[in-house]
């Protein structure tokens, strides 16, 4: 009977053990939001890239041009200019860009001048948009900051 009792014992001790070492994990661990980096700041931490594509087929605009907006797995968003291969554009550049991106869309306008929106939606999920003029030529670091102007700007009542 003894040893019964101190294996019953030893089950109850583990069963605490463990059920302390639950309660005892960081709230961190357990709370929506962006988590904090070891100097205290919120860091945008892994999110899904994302990617969208506008084309202009305007007359007097040249063909084959295909706009796309990416987002990295840190949150950070990117513009590239398909007559400029292989070069993308930090959004960051321009000013009141969101931090910690989610969600991208691109669309352009039929015009000369045409207007490329750039829209993203933020970790806090409020939208943000630029719009950039298109002309003949390509979206670069050195040409991004003239093209969209005041940068972005919130869209107004943004369902969170």
Not at 35 to 47: N, T, Y
Not at 98 to 108: F, G, I, L, N, Y
């Amino acid at each position: 009977m003894r040893k019964l009792a101190w294996a019953a014992r030893g089950i109850s001790a583990v069963s605490g053990a463990v059920l302390l070492g639950a309660l005892m994990v960081p709230s961190a661990v357990a709370a929506d939001g962006p988590a904090k980096s070891s100097d205290g700041k919120k860091k945008c931490g892994p999110v899904s890239r994302d990617i969208s594509t506008a084309a202009p087929d305007f007359v007097n605009f040249p063909s084959g041009v295909v706009f796309h907006v990416a987002t990295d797995r840190k949150g950070h968003a990117f513009v590239n200019d398909s007559r400029n291969p292989g070069v993308w554009v930090n959004l960051g550049l321009l000013a009141n860009a969101p931090k910690c991106v989610v969600d991208t869309a691109a669309s352009v306008t039929e015009a000369n001048p045409g207007y490329l929106y750039i829209t993203l939606q933020g970790h806090d999920g409020v939208i943000h948009q630029a719009r950039c003029t298109t002309d003949n030529t390509p979206f670069a670091p050195a040409t991004i900051v003239g093209a969209c102007g005041a940068g972005f700007s919130e869209l107004a009542n943004t369902p969170v």
